[in-house]
């Protein structure tokens, strides 16, 4: 059971927005920024969204993220086939003094 | 450019202790915070292990407290993990990640590496 709460699956047709949720509380998304990652198969993760809505140098506009109190949410518009991949949100929690990550969103691109 | 490469990965009893080290390259290890996170086979990713840029400061997950240590040699640019007590759990690839600039207490991981596989298996 993973700190954040993330759906294990999401799914799009390319060209379509799709949005992935992650839920916490006040001890890690409600005191702190919330990163997102991108996993793509056997590799490695790759940071994809900063400090709750920056894109790293060389992360497409198609990626932004927001927080809202305890939930932060990943969006990605126009749809492509490689972005079929497993997302990632964490923060850090003052509770458990480190990192939570939320359990991983599996996008299909259908 | 940043690079990490880890080491030390392998097949290990259950009880037994493993070494994993990550050799950093293309930045200014001593400025940097680091991390170890893992992936368990098929499961999502699981923080391990931080220490602050200057080494004086370690944050361990409850799962491996008191069996890992985090440690880290600024004339070698490398991170090490020293896994002790190993369990069947601990079943995972490792992977080092840069964090930021000081202590480092952020989920903010920038550069990864590719990973090393620690399985344990009587």
Redesign the interface.
Known sequence: Q?VLTQPPSASGTPGQRVTISCSGSSSNIGS????W?Q?LPGT????LI??NNQR?SGVPDRFSGSKSGTSASLAISGLQSEDES?Y?C???DDS?????????TKLTVL | QVQLVESGGGVVQPGRSLRLSCAASGFTFRYYAM?W?RQAPGK????VA?ISDDGFHE????SVKGRFTISRDTSKNSLYLQMNSLRHDDTAVY?CARGTAGMG???????????TLVTVSS
């Open positions: 993973s702190h920024n919330v990163n990652y996993q490695a993760p790759k940071l900063s400090t790293p497993d990632y964490a923060a850090w458990l003094n480190g990192p939570v990550f939320g359990g991983g | 991390h996170v999502g990713l699981e923080w931080l944050f361990y997950a409850d992977y207490e952020v989920a903010y991981f920038d550069y990864w590496g590719q990973g």
